[in-house]
């Protein structure tokens, strides 16, 4: 029913994300909304969140792709542009949406924000500020997380 | 009072753990501990014989009467004994003193029970003392007691009756927090009881023990229910009494202690009785207890039993026959006016068999007026292939069943899903002829109304004061039924049979807001007839009856599940909010404004304006805006916009399909708007899907079928599988709601309602010339070797896209194969070359760092050249109508331009450069043909008949306009060829006009006049367009679905038509045009319903194997 309607853009995209997944990323549409994706993105290597497997939940709004997907971790993460109810600050998602970005390039991109976490444009205060003031402790806090939160198990 | 209270503790500590003794068994067992819970706790749980050694105690000790006393009020301490909360309900009648004796009375049998001489004696004894006591009239029951007392046994002390009186208020209190009523039999029948004894049992006829009339409760019905004995050994008397016992449903007690979960495991659902003599006797059918369970622990119903028939001595498992009478309770008579009662713990939706309705049909009651639809009729999911019956009903079927399935390809066009406007009328039931009154317009409209819009007028006003639709439809809902009970004091009761919800009101086929849905067809003045009903009701005035109009319940819909509560006291009153397309704003405005006497109302526009303030929007007559800024201000503040925080007199969608999708956020925020009336304005109430219909509903706030699951379960599903009942269901819930009248309705006089000059509408069959024909034929056996390949591999359907495709370049070809030519060559182009010029050029001039690179322009350009129709980045499709930006990014105009937020610049979605619309390059591909089409032009035989044709008209020198129609442009693109050759002065009208121009291009068509034709591409027509200066329409192609071309030709045979339309398709023979109107044939012969979806696939690749024969 609510699926009859869905655009041709996003019935390409599903398709092409569940034929030709992007490396670390997984993206599964709801059965019962295609709207709705589980995501799953592996912890870039090389970044305290190595190892970890971190669900999200993705949504594409009934403008999309005229706007933009909602995101969000589901997996508790230690990052600074990640508050703790696991909205993303990411400008992609918000003032600089274009259509032509795909869900696979949000998800792409949320994963090189993980490799880079941006301490300068934080979501989340006390995080970011840990992470300017002892950048090494943080890290190991998000390490800590990651093992705690996001071992996959 | 103290001692009272914990030993009130104590024994519901051991009830809890054995639910199911007699409160007067764990008593005693407790006294036999000393009061020691845990004590008696283990002895009632190692020896389930107990009760027995305590009885024989008891009756040894003698000290019965005083034991008894103490035991009685402990026994009423059983809060979850529901048989007590009934006694006490019964404590405020005269009769309850006699009931506290009749407690004693079966205490005695027990004690006395082997022995027949001493049984007998005893109860004369009571009896005669009950009929005394009556006789007396004792008012209350604690001088009763006391009375009772006395004469019994002189042992009882003032403070017992103390105790016992505190006691009793305890318990009232504790009644009242405990809703947990059970039966009780009452006291007449008691006395029944013990004469039937005395007479012996084979003078007692069933029937006459009527239990007494009570206030509250009212009988439904009596029966016989068989039981089955779970005891042995037991004797029954004929018309003895029994109790019922419910399991506890209710959830706190499971987890309160270990052993209760164990008991309340096994208990599930099984309904025990009991007689007092004999403890458990036996237990009901499933069917009885499934249907009683939820009934009485609603504590609005009842049942009263008595033994009739059993084996004299019971064994396991025999019958045992009761003679049952269920009471409903008055409040469901009574509760406020409109109120309905459901049980609350059976709120799936899904659950076809609710208590209330399934203890109706035990009891054999027949509802005197049957609902139409039932769950089990439902349920059966009959197929209906036959349905030649009600053709009509058919055929609307089929029509739901096509839908269905189209929408299982989403690669057929979009405009495949129209529904055609016959269709449409099938579905809802156009009604031919309407019997309205008709209504003066208000002298503030400055202009005439036709009788029909009056009758509109009429009838859109009555809906608003919401008397006549009432009175209109005073038919039973179609899912309700009407029963009456035994008891003459109650009046009918309807029952819903779909959500056992019951109620005295009677259950009208809607239960709406104020309002509706004017659907008349396109053309009748849906715009003018609202303007004269604002005027005549602009709700400026005191509000007749705003009570019932503001919805303050919760709205639950659906899934959503959302709850909405309005706080209405902080609302302002508002006029009329009236949601439009943004194209017909400033219709909108001028057709208000010029129907209107000046300073009649005021109307604002609120677009684009900075206020937050409701009260700006309140201080007018009518507020305009659309759909747009009405979701936006949804999305920003939820019901806090500006929109919201107004409550209106009357909210009016025009094209209200606009929010056929009722999850989307633009539905949303209009079905939260607070409003005193609301009305839709659509000549398609339905555009693809019968789910559209299920928005407007829910607009209107109308119940039941706000509820999603309801009008899936009862109206989708029946519909898509083919059900007539789903049809008449919705016909029923339109029919006062909706008004639609179509040109063909006809007035009282049986003349039509609007008269309109006749269509005649012909084919003009084309005969290719030979060059054409061998053109098409080598086109044709080129596509069929592709198809056959995709046959032979088994793979059509997933090759849809690519077959639609070839079959697009073959009635292409039937145009003009210019148009195919043109695509299939590749061929250097020469604007492409030009177009790399350009791009070059930029390139050279500005050395600003968002210009794109050399390389990169030439690749794009390289692209082209090699028509690579690459992908446009936002709809992920081959570009159509493709532009390049400055910046040489390729995308469909449409999707750039829908992307930018003003209509005149943006951003690039691919590189973020801010570009104007004016920057923006066609790509070459807009010339399509790679010959020089105009030095070689020839006519295909296509173009050579309309030319014949216009050239007629032309000769005829009647001034007569004509639109051409084709689906694509760069067919237009030819025909602007001959056109210009032979002197024909014509203008355009497609796509790629923004709104200014389109205003432009249809003034100057409509105005002038050697402009005599109109090219017009069959899909840019946007919602009310109004070519009534042209009476020829000339549709050149045929497209997939009728409808389309329907809507075109509507456009010309309007209101405001003078002249006969004349309506010219051009098929070609022998080609797959031909085909194509076979393949619309056989499908709209088709009965969906009988389909499966294998059948709908091979069907499918049968119409697909047909085109290509």
């Known amino acids: ?153 | 009072m103290d001692k009272l209270t914990s030993e009130l503790e104590i024994i519901q500590k051991v009830r809890s753990v054995f639910p199911h003794l007699l409160p007067y068994d764990i008593d005693r067992a407790i006294r036999h501990c000393n009061g020691d819970t845990d004590k008696a706790i283990a002895l009632l749980y190692e020896s389930p014989e107990f009760t027995l050694i305590v009885k024989r105690t008891l009756t040894s000790t003698g000290s019965r009467v005083s034991a008894h006393i103490k035991s009685e009020p402990s026994d009423e301490s059983e809060p979850l004994d529901s048989k007590k909360a009934v006694k006490i309900e019964r404590v405020r009648d005269s009769e309850c003193v006699i009931e506290s004796l009749d407690g004693k009375i079966s205490v005695k049998d027990e004690a006395v029970e082997s022995d027949d001489v001493l049984q007998r004696k005893p109860k004369e004894e009571n009896v005669s003392e009950s009929v005394s006591f009556q006789a007396q009239m004792i008012e209350s029951e604690k001088k009763s007691v006391a009375v009772e007392v006395k004469e019994e046994k002189k042992e009882i002390k003032e403070e017992t009756n103390d105790e016992f009186k505190s006691f009793e208020t305890f318990l009232k209190k504790k009644t009242l927090l405990c809703p947990k009523p059970i039966s009780q039999v009452p006291l007449t029948v008691k006395k029944y009881e013990y004469g039937v004894l005395d007479l012996g049992p084979s003078s007692g006829s069933v029937d006459d023990g009527d239990f007494p009339e009570e206030h509250d409760w009212l009988l439904v019905g009596r029966t016989t229910i068989t039981g089955l004995s779970t005891t042995k050994g037991r004797k029954l008397e004929f018309n003895e009494i029994v109790d019922f016992h419910f399991p506890c449903l209710d959830p706190r007690k499971k987890c309160s202690s270990q052993f209760a979960s164990r008991a309340s495991a096994a208990a599930s659902e099984i309904v025990r009785f009991s007689t007092r003599r004999n403890g458990e006797i036996g237990r009901l059918p499933m069917e009885w207890a499934k249907c009683l369970n939820p009934l009485v622990s609603s504590s609005k119903v009842k049942v009263l039993a008595r033994c009739v028939a059993a084996p004299p001595r019971l064994q396991l498992m025999q019958e045992i026959v009761l003679y049952a009478s269920f009471y409903i309770h008055r409040s469901i008579f009574t509760e406020g006016d409109r109120s309905s009662w459901k049980l609350n713990a059976y709120n799936n939706i899904d659950s076809t068999t609710h208590p209330l309705p399934t203890l109706f049909k035990l009891l054999k009651i027949k509802p005197y007026k049957e609902a139409e639809f039932t769950p089990e009729e439902l349920d059966s999911r009959k197929r209906l292939l036959n349905l030649q019956d009600d053709s009509d009903d058919a055929e609307a079927l089929s029509l739901g069943g096509k839908r269905r399935k189209v929408a299982q390809h989403p690669e057929a066009s979009n405009d495949e899903q129209v529904l055609s406007e016959s269709s449409l009328n099938k579905i809802v039931g156009a009604v031919d002829e309407y019997r309205l009154e008709e209504m003066e317009p208000p002298l503030t409209l400055a202009c005439e109304l036709r009788p029909y819009q009056k009758q509109a007028l009429h009838w859109m006003s009555e809906s608003e004061k919401g008397i006549d639709v009432e009175k209109a439809s005073e038919t039973l809902h179609p899912c309700w039924a009407a029963y009456r009970i035994c008891d003459w004091r109650a009046s009918a009761i309807y029952l819903n049979t779909f959500s056992g919800e019951a109620t005295t009101q009677l259950s009208k086929a809607t239960q709406m807001a104020r309002g509706g849905i004017l659907a008349d067809a396109m053309g009748l003045g849906k715009t003018v007839m609202t303007i004269a009903l604002i005027l005549g009701r602009t709700g400026k005035v005191v509000y007749d009856d705003r009570p019932m109009a503001v919805d303050t319940e919760p709205v639950c819909n659906g899934k959503l599940g959302k709850v909405h509560q309005t706080k209405v006291e902080q609302k302002v009153k508002g006029g009329t909010l009236i949601v439009c397309p943004m194209a017909l704003l400033g219709q909108w405005k001028d057709e208000l404004e010029t129907h209107s006497r000046p300073e009649s109302i005021s109307v604002s526009v609120h677009y684009g304006a900075r206020t937050n303030d409701p009260r700006v929007l309140s201080e007018h007559d009518v507020v305009l805006t659309t759909y747009g800024v009405l979701t936006s201000a949804y999305k920003n503040d939820g019901e806090d916009s500006i929109f919201h925080r107004v409550d209106w007199y009357r909210v009016v969608l025009d094209e209200a399909h606009t929010i056929k999708s009722w999850r989307s956020q633009g539905a949303q925020a209009a079905f939260t708007l607070s409003a005193h009336c609301r009305w839709c304005l659509t000549g398609t109430p339905i555009q693809n899907n019968l789910e559209d219909l299920y928005s407007l509903l829910c607009f209107l706030h109308v119940e039941p079928w706000r509820n999603w699951a309801w009008w899936h379960r009862l109206i989708q599903r029946p519909y898509e599988s083919g059900d007539q009942r789903g049809l008449r269901l919705i016909r029923a819930i339109l029919q006062p709601l909706m008004l639609r009248r179509t040109k063909e309705t006809k007035d009282k006089e049986g003349r039509p309602i609007l008269v309109l000059p006749p269509t005649d509408i012909r084919i003009i069959e084309c005969e290719q010339s030979e060059a054409e024909r061998d053109f098409y034929d080598a086109l044709f056996k080129r596509s069929k070797v592709q198809f056959d390949q995709f046959v032979a591999q088994g793979k059509v359907l997933h090759n849809y896209a690519s077959i639609l495709e070839l079959l697009l370049r073959l009635r292409q070809c039937c145009n003009h194969p210019f148009l195919v030519m043109s695509r299939s060559d590749k061929q250097n182009y020469l604007d492409v070359n030009k177009l790399a010029k350009r791009f070059l050029e930029i390139d050279s001039t500005s050395q600003n760092s968002s210009t794109p690179s050399r390389a990169y322009v030439e690749e794009v350009v390289d692209g082209i050249r090699r028509d690579e129709n690459a992908e446009c980045p936002i709809c992920l499709e081959s570009a159509d109508d493709p532009i390049l930006t400055p910046c040489a990014h390729r995308m469909c105009r449409e999707c750039l331009l829908s992307s930018w937020r003003t209509t005149t610049t943006g951003f690039c979605p691919i590189c973020r450069k801010l570009l104007n619309k004016n920057e923006l390059i066609t790509c070459p591909s807009e010339n399509r043909f790679n010959i020089d089409i105009k030095k070689n032009w020839k006519e295909s035989s296509k173009v050579s008949k309309l030319l014949a044709c216009l050239e007629g008209i032309r000769h005829s020198g009647s001034g007569e306009k004509s639109i051409v129609f084709s689906q694509w442009t760069s067919f237009l693109d030819l025909l602007e060829i001959p056109l210009s050759g032979r002197g024909f002065n014509f203008l355009r009208f497609d796509g790629k006009l923004v709104q200014k121009q389109r205003e432009r291009v249809l003034m100057e068509f409509t105005h002038s006049s050697d402009k005599t034709v109109l090219l017009m591409s069959l899909k840019a027509g946007g919602v009310g367009l109004n070519l009534t200066a042209a009476s020829n329409v000339f549709l050149m192609d045929p497209w997939w679905n009728p409808a389309v071309e329907e809507q075109a030709i509507m456009r010309i045979h309007r209101i405001g038509q003078k002249r006969t339309v004349c309506v010219r398709r051009f098929i070609v023979k022998d080609t797959v045009e031909e085909r194509l109107q076979q393949v619309q044939a056989r499908k709209q012969g088709m009965i969906a319903g009988a389909l499966t979806d294998e059948e709908v696939r091979s069907a499918r690749i049968e119409e697909l194997k047909m085109l290509f024969r």
């Open chain 1, 1 to 153: 029913m609510a699926n009859s309607n869905l655009p041709r853009r996003i019935i390409k995209e599903t398709q092409r994300l569940l034929s030709e997944p992007a490396p670390g990323i997984s993206a599964s549409p709801s059965e019962d909304n295609m709207r709705y994706f589980n995501v799953m993105i592996l912890g870039p290597t090389q970044s305290p969140y190595e190892g970890g497997v971190f669900k999200l939940e993705l949504f594409l709004p009934e403008e999309y792709p005229m706007a933009a997907p909602k995101v969000r971790f589901l997996t508790k993460i230690y990052h600074p542009n990640i508050d703790k109810l696991g909205r993303i600050c990411l400008d992609i998602l918000k003032d600089k949406w274009s259509p032509a970005l795909q869900i696979r390039t949000v998800l792409l991109s949320i994963q090189a924000l993980l490799s880079a976490p941006n301490p300068d444009d934080p979501l989340s205060e006390n995080i970011a500020k840990h992470w300017k003031t002892n950048e090494a402790e943080a890290v190991e806090t998000a390490k800590e997380w990651t093992r705690l939160y996001a071992s996959g198990a």
